[in-house]
């Protein structure tokens, strides 16, 4: 996706060879044209998909998932980070371990949400080592639900998401795929498809 490639070569902050820094326009503020762009292109990639419910994982995931349930009219599900007294004590859980912060948490989604009618579109904002989809990808299937796919804005190729989730046998889109971060450089793969 030519345009969200021309945002990250511009505003991206390449913060060492393995993490990149998108506050301005995706982590912190957001482009909501940009949001829109990215929903209009999953819409294309999964047009053929029938999708019933769209599922992210807060906190950055949820503005994308917004927009682009706008384009496939059905709910958006978010997986919380956080226990609290008023989320339902029946959840659908899973370990996820997070690289950026090197930390293990667990996300939850309440079990009256996600039943096996549902086909899921997943959506998250990178895909690094692929243990936030993995993550997400375990409820859908404790649900007894379907995964219908994931749908990424910037995958990170050098790290090894995309072998685990193809091994799932899982469509995988991500609409920027970066090959390279060395020396601040950002190398985007030639064809941002499978
Ligand atoms: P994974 O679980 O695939 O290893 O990492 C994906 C999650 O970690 C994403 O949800 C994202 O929040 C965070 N993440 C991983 N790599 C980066 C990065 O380079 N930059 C930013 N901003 N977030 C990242």
Redesign the pocket.
């Known amino acids: 996706m030519e345009l969200l490639k021309r945002k990250i070569l511009n505003e991206a902050v390449v913060?060492d060879d393995?993490?990149?820094?998108?506050?301005s326009f995706?982590?912190h503020q957001m482009d909501i044209e940009l949001f829109n762009e990215i929903g209009k292109e999953f819409k294309k990639r999964f047009a053929k998909k029938e999708i019933t419910k769209l599922l992210t994982?807060e906190a950055?995931?949820i503005g994308i998932a917004v927009i682009s349930a706008q384009y496939f009219h059905v709910p958006v599900i978010f997986a919380k980070k956080h226990d609290a007294v008023n989320l339902d004590r029946e959840t659908f859980q899973s370990e996820?371990?997070?690289?950026?912060?090197s930390k293990s948490y667990n996300i939850r989604v309440a079990k009256n949400y996600l039943s096996p009618k549902d086909k899921v579109l997943i959506i998250?904002?990178?895909?690094?080592?692929?243990?936030?989809?993995?993550?997400m990808i375990k409820i859908v299937r404790d649900a007894g639900a379907e995964v219908a796919g994931l749908g990424i804005v910037?995958e990170?190729r050098f790290?090894n998401?995309r072998d685990k989730i193809i091994m799932e046998g899982i469509q995988l889109e991500s609409l920027a795929i970066i090959e390279s971060?060395k020396n601040g450089d950002i190398i985007f793969q030639d064809s941002a498809t499978n």
């Open positions: 913060v393995r993490v990149i820094k998108v506050d995706l982590n994982v950055s995931g996820v371990y997070s690289f950026t912060k998250d904002d990178f895909l690094a080592n692929g243990n936030a989809a993995l993550g910037i990170k790290q998401g971060l």
